[in-house]
């Protein structure tokens, strides 16, 4: 069983709708829970970040974690063209980041 | 202030060469951790390099060396390239070793293809 499972899509929305994109995880040591997001031919950066159950909101970002059940979310409110990127779940635990293998999103207009 | 900067921006090898790539780090930033990023995957964590030591490895073999300057910059070798090491390789820069908090920066990569 991979440590991490995440759908790589990819997922085609039009604009407006609300996203959901969800990864499972089997490692019951991971610490911090965080969201990063790639566009094409650049380096992932950092879009939410967290460490407890429940729910964290930024703007049109929610991220979610339930620990019992190993299953992080993070939703996106009224997509923008500008969200078409490849969004990665990544994990920390003992000073290493893991990431899951990204979902592809296309917001069309 | 730049960012995380790497160099070079690509990188075409044949079969059993050694490359070096190379990362400057966020300014104030001390910690460089390298990835690889195989098409259509996530990163992959090599190693993280801070005070000029590596502080933690991933799962690569010794083929796969770097260094970390007294400025901070470090270098990233890979010696006898095999036709699995192409990849984007990322560098992250971060601050007194903390991976797990929201100062991790990510430079835009060396894209590497061994032919």
């Known amino acids: 069983q991979k440590e991490v499972e995440q759908d790589p899509g990819p997922l085609s929305v039009p604009e407006g709708a609300i996203v959901s994109l969800n990864c499972t995880y089997s490692n019951s040591a991971f610490q911090y829970f965080m969201w990063y997001r790639q566009y094409s031919r650049k380096g992932p950066e950092l879009l939410m970040y967290?460490?407890?159950?429940g729910n964290k909101e930024d703007g049109r970002f929610t991220a979610q974690v339930d620990k019992s059940s190993k299953y992080i979310s993070l939703f996106i409110r009224d997509s923008q063209p500008s969200d078409s990127a490849t969004y990665l779940c990544v994990f920390y635990n003992t000073d290493k980041l893991i990431f899951g293998t990204g979902t592809r999103l296309q917001v069309f207009p | 202030d730049a960012g995380v900067t790497q160099s070079p921006t690509h990188l075409i090898k044949t079969r059993g060469q050694q490359v070096t790539l190379r990362c400057s780090p966020k300014?104030?930033?001390?910690?460089v951790s390298w990835y690889q990023q195989a098409l259509g995957q996530g990163p992959q964590f090599i190693f993280q390099y801070y005070e000029e030591e590596e502080r933690q490895r991933g799962n690569f073999p010794d083929r796969f060396s770097g260094h970390q300057f007294p400025n901070y910059s470090s270098e990233l070798n890979v010696n006898a390239l095999l036709l699995g090491d192409s990849a984007l390789y990322l560098c992250?820069?971060?601050?007194?070793?903390?991976?797990?908090?929201?100062?991790?920066?990510f430079g835009p990569g060396t894209r590497l293809t061994v032919l």
């Open positions: 967290t460490y407890s159950s």
């Open positions: 992250a820069s971060s601050l007194a070793g903390q991976l797990h908090t929201d100062t991790q920066y």
């Open positions: 300014s104030g930033h001390d910690t």
